[in-house]
């Protein structure tokens, strides 16, 4: 198991668009395993492979409290996305110490493959439909702050570069 670098935000290969998963491989079984070791050192509830620089189409997730109960995503698909929105606090791995919120559906159905390649739905509300939603953005090569104004993501933008600058210089 390793422990897989996180690109962070405006890193442009944030936007590129992941390619669905052929096989459910054990070259696959070993990037979820990371992506989770890589989440959970990360203090994250979630986390796409966009984020650590491999286009396909895989999330890991865990919003349980006792860090116990991780969830396996190959090539998710939104069956179903109640009309009900809310509005949710978010942050994300990417853009270390920003929130803000994000209006998104209060519950999803989800279809996907899991890490031994059986198609699975999960039903999601609450915090687990807010990160799938997220996660499954970030592999359409979306980041949360393209939801707030143009004003707040230049700003956050700025805050990003030049935090990497002076962690450069140290
Ligand atoms: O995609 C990511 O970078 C992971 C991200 C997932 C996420 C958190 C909150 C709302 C939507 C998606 C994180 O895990 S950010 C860190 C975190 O644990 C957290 C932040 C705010 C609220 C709850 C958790
Ligand atoms: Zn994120």
């Not at 159905?109 to 899991?114: E, G, I, P, T």
Request: aromatic share 4%.
């Amino acid at each position: 198991m390793a422990l897989l670098p996180i690109l962070c935000y405006p890193d442009p290969r944030l936007h590129t668009v992941a390619k669905p998963v052929q096989n459910v491989d054990a070259r696959v079984r070993a990037l979820a395993q990371d992506m989770l070791e890589t989440m959970y050192d990360a203090n994250g509830i979630g986390l796409a492979a966009t984020q650590v620089d491999a286009h396909e189409r895989l999330i890991v997730i865990d919003v349980s409290e006792e860090r116990n109960q991780p969830l396996v995503l190959i090539n998710p698909e939104v069956i179903w996305a109640s009309p009900q929105k809310k509005l949710n606090e978010e942050g994300c791995l990417s853009v270390p110490g920003i929130y803000d919120g994000v209006e998104r559906a209060e519950s999803v159905k989800v279809r996907a493959l899991d890490a031994e390649g059986a198609s699975r739905e999960i039903a999601a509300e609450g915090v687990l439909a807010v990160c799938i939603q997220h996660e499954m953005d970030h592999l359409l090569g979306k980041v949360f702050v393209e939801y707030l104004s143009p004003l707040k993501r230049n700003r956050i933008k700025t805050k990003m570069i030049k935090a990497r600058r002076d962690a450069e210089r140290v």
